[in-house]
């Protein structure tokens, strides 16, 4: 059971994902100060919530004091999530890591 309050201490990053799009190489290139990149998502749109790289919910943004801070409306489950981190499951596709981690 140690080994497992370890693994809960451990940090990772979390990234509240605004918007991506595609660029050629010479676009990149050609970025400059001031420069205005465009998403193709609309000002008033959830954004996501990533661990790893992967969804694990969604969100609106809000002000904290003088920060931003995202206001979760989703977020994936226990199993999703610990996936998400890189977590598995047992061979046989139980929850039993899942609910030891719980």
Excluded at 46 to 65: F, P, R, S, W
């Amino acid at each position: 059971m140690s080994d497992l309050s370890s693994i809960l201490r451990l940090e990772v990053p979390v990234i509240v994902q605004l918007g991506q799009r595609s660029m050629t190489m010479n676009e990149v290139l050609s970025l400059v100060p001031g420069a205005i990149i465009e998403l193709p998502k609309s000002a008033d749109e959830e954004l996501d919530l990533l661990v790893n790289n992967k969804q694990i919910g969604v969100g609106t943004a809000v002000k904290v004091v003088e920060n931003f801070g995202i206001r979760i409306s989703y977020i994936g489950d226990l199993k999703q999530r610990i996936q998400a981190m890189g977590g598995t499951l047992t061979p046989s596709g139980s929850d039993a890591e899942v609910d030891a981690a719980a």
